[in-house]
């Protein structure tokens, strides 16, 4: 056994199948259902995760009937399996798979659903227990809990559970989300909501925590004696291709701001929580995003930046701006890129920027985390050939490749005192083996287990919101004046990187 053989059977933790239970997709004809759930649902059926106990029925308008869900999703498994699929394992999973066809807002259609799930209760033991995935626009989240409610299929009783998914974006502003909230508490209980956030699916964000509170290297220099300022950066090559109508409702902060990024914000800034159990984690997050300094209409100006992309160039070829593509309007104002300087208003980070950024048409696609450490007293090296001492960087990378980076300074060989800069890396990968996974797998699992613990609760997606609609606001109320402002293949806007270089620093580019 090689050592790579020795770590990765060490790390492998042996889980077990989820209980007893049935998962309800509304909207199973969309894309989501044959991208990613059922992709991930077969992933977790390869990994004997899935009880022997377990059914899926898909709900939506289209007519079909069970055997043509089943054929159509069989040709979509081919495409979109993050694998070789199994053929022995397809063929049991695909008998599990069931349609009611119906309008989200018909009563009649519930009437269906309900007699749908006591079949599957009595052919394959799913004791009554079910899970509602809301794969639908977000217009028809209110009806869809209402219609549950109505119709008692919510209701818990008999030791048995009822629990629901429910897709970003959840709301569009604060208001919003507090009336959103508020419909949906009306029929269920907090207890029973599972907002969900697939980027808490992905490996490297769930290890932020491992990470920080179990390496004693890492917590005594997380905070501001030690860290000057912190950079996360959500940055894609792609253009927003088909999702042109969506973009010009919602625009680059909406999409990614409140729920993605203030994520892995509360994960790197948050406080020790006594347990991993669900509410002592979110109870942390949630403190540590109400730390988060609100910022006036007038700071607006200065700390934040909304940017779109013009026609430019990717890889030696000619790309479109934004105004030019699919369902985009000729003059739109949306933008395609945001900014931020957030400060966080606690013990650990008085005074330590956190800078953000999100945009479409970047060089490169990458997520991550980067840590910028103070820089060391430089009176000791006045004498020698060294000019400056490069500060400290730890970088989490999140995707495409997910790892872990320090950056550090060691001596040059030689008789002259010099100074290199030196990195330390892993690749998830390496260690641990590569395991396909559509980033729903852990999400659905833990769903099924009745852990919330990376899901969002509905006092932190208040939060996120109280801090991006005064922004929001302000850019409603000022129009842009020079979109499109950068080009398509840039790292954003001048203004941006201005943003930095007001506070003496500048932007890690993944190119440097």
Not at 241 to 260: I, Q, T
């Given at each position: 056994?090689?050592?790579?053989?020795?770590?990765?059977?060490?790390?492998?933790?042996?889980?077990?199948?989820?209980?007893?239970?049935?998962?309800?997709?509304?909207?199973a004809?969309?894309?989501?259902?044959?991208?990613?759930?059922?992709?991930a649902?077969?992933?977790?059926?390869?990994?004997?995760?899935?009880?022997?106990?377990?059914?899926?029925?898909?709900?939506?308008?289209?007519?079909?009937?069970?055997?043509?869900?089943?054929?159509?999703?069989?040709?979509?498994?081919?495409?979109?399996?993050?694998?070789?699929?199994?053929?022995?394992?397809?063929?049991?999973?695909?008998?599990?798979?069931?349609?009611?066809?119906?309008?989200?807002?018909?009563?009649?259609?519930?009437?269906?659903?309900?007699?749908?799930?006591?079949?599957?209760?009595?052919?394959?033991?799913t004791?009554?227990?079910?899970?509602?995935?809301?794969?639908?626009?977000?217009?028809?989240?209110?009806?869809?809990?209402?219609?549950?409610?109505?119709?008692?299929?919510?209701?818990?009783?008999?030791?048995?559970?009822?629990?629901?998914?429910?897709e970003?974006?959840?709301?569009?502003?604060?208001?919003?989300?507090?009336?959103?909230?508020?419909?949906?508490?009306?029929?269920?209980?907090?207890?029973?909501?599972?907002?969900?956030?697939?980027?808490?699916g992905?490996?490297?964000?769930?290890?932020?925590?491992?990470?920080?509170?179990?390496?004693?290297?890492?917590?005594?220099?997380?905070?501001?004696?030690?860290?000057?300022?912190?950079?996360?950066?959500v940055?894609?090559?792609?253009?927003?291709?088909?999702?042109?109508?969506?973009?010009?409702?919602?625009?680059?902060?909406?999409?990614?701001?409140?729920?993605?990024?203030?994520?892995?914000?509360?994960?790197?800034?948050?406080?020790?929580?006594?347990s991993?159990?669900?509410?002592?984690?979110?109870?942390?997050?949630?403190?540590?995003?109400?730390?988060?300094?609100?910022?006036?209409?007038?700071?607006?100006?200065?700390?934040?930046?909304?940017?779109?992309?013009?026609?430019?160039?990717?890889?030696?070829?000619?790309?479109?701006?934004?105004?030019?593509?699919?369902?985009?309007?000729?003059?739109?104002?949306?933008?395609?890129?945001?900014?931020?300087?957030?400060?966080?208003?606690?013990?650990?980070?008085?005074?330590?920027?956190?800078?953000?950024?999100?945009?479409?048409?970047?060089?490169?696609?990458?997520?991550?985390?980067?840590?910028?450490?103070?820089?060391?007293?430089?009176?000791?090296?006045?004498?020698?050939?060294?000019?400056?001492?490069?500060?400290?960087?730890?970088?989490?990378?999140?995707?495409?490749?997910?790892?872990?980076k320090?950056?550090?300074?060691?001596?040059?060989?030689?008789?002259?005192?010099?100074?290199?800069?030196?990195?330390m890396?892993?690749?998830?990968?390496?260690?641990?083996?590569?395991?396909?996974?559509?980033?729903?797998?852990?999400?659905?699992?833990?769903?099924?287990?009745?852990?919330?613990?990376?899901?969002?609760?509905?006092?932190?997606v208040?939060?996120?919101?109280?801090?991006?609609?005064?922004?929001?606001?302000?850019?409603?109320?000022?129009?842009?004046?020079?979109?499109?402002?950068?080009?398509?293949?840039?790292?954003?806007?001048?203004?941006?990187?201005?943003?930095?270089?007001?506070?003496?620093?500048?932007?890690?580019?993944?190119?440097?």
């Amino acid at each position: 056994m090689t050592t790579t053989e020795a770590i990765q059977a060490a790390g492998t933790a042996s889980g077990l199948p989820a209980g007893p239970c049935a998962i309800v997709i509304f909207g199973a004809a969309g894309d989501l259902t044959k991208r990613k759930l059922i992709p991930a649902l077969y992933n977790l059926a390869k990994g004997r995760l899935l009880p022997k106990e377990f059914a899926v029925i898909g709900l939506a308008r289209n007519e079909l009937t069970t055997e043509e869900f089943r054929e159509r999703l069989t040709q979509e498994i081919q495409e979109f399996a993050t694998a070789k699929v199994d053929s022995d394992i397809w063929d049991d999973f695909v008998k599990r798979l069931y349609y009611v066809a119906g309008s989200f807002g018909d009563p009649a259609a519930y009437q269906k659903l309900q007699a749908q799930l006591a079949d599957v209760d009595r052919d394959h033991g799913t004791k009554g227990n079910y899970l509602y995935y809301l794969a639908t626009n977000p217009s028809f989240f209110s009806e869809i809990v209402k219609q549950l409610g109505a119709s008692g299929l919510v209701r818990q009783e008999k030791n048995q559970w009822r629990r629901v998914i429910i897709e970003k974006p959840f709301g569009r502003d604060l208001e919003s989300a507090k009336v959103l909230n508020a419909e949906i508490q009306k029929v269920l209980d907090e207890s029973q909501i599972y907002r969900i956030d697939h980027y808490l699916g992905k490996e490297t964000v769930q290890n932020i925590m491992v990470f920080r509170f179990g390496n004693s290297i890492f917590e005594p220099v997380w905070n501001r004696r030690y860290i000057d300022h912190v950079q996360i950066t959500v940055s894609e090559t792609v253009g927003v291709e088909l999702r042109g109508s969506y973009y010009e409702e919602a625009g680059a902060l909406r999409d990614m701001v409140p729920n993605h990024i203030f994520q892995l914000i509360a994960l790197t800034a948050m406080e020790p929580p006594i347990s991993f159990e669900a509410d002592a984690v979110r109870d942390e997050k949630a403190k540590v995003l109400r730390a988060i300094q609100p910022i006036s209409p007038e700071e607006v100006l200065t700390r934040s930046v909304r940017g779109q992309y013009g026609p430019g160039t990717m890889k030696g070829s000619p790309v479109p701006g934004y105004r030019t593509e699919p369902d985009v309007a000729p003059d739109s104002p949306s933008q395609t890129y945001a900014a931020l300087k957030l400060m966080i208003d606690n013990w650990r980070w008085a005074d330590v920027p956190f800078y953000l950024r999100t945009g479409k048409r970047m060089p490169k696609r990458v997520t991550e985390i980067s840590i910028h450490f103070r820089r060391a007293p430089f009176l000791l090296f006045r004498k020698t050939a060294i000019e400056h001492l490069t500060p400290n960087l730890l970088t989490i990378q999140i995707q495409p490749d997910e790892g872990i980076k320090l950056q550090f300074g060691g001596k040059v060989p030689g008789p002259v005192v010099t100074m290199g800069s030196v990195d330390m890396s892993f690749k998830y990968s390496d260690y641990f083996g590569s395991t396909p996974n559509t980033g729903y797998e852990t999400l659905l699992y833990d769903c099924m287990k009745g852990d919330a613990t990376l899901f969002h609760r509905a006092d932190t997606v208040e939060v996120g919101w109280s801090v991006v609609t005064p922004i929001l606001d302000v850019w409603a109320a000022l129009p842009p004046r020079n979109f499109p402002n950068y080009p398509a293949g840039a790292w954003g806007p001048k203004e941006a990187d201005d943003m930095l270089t007001r506070d003496g620093r500048h932007w890690r580019n993944s190119d440097r």
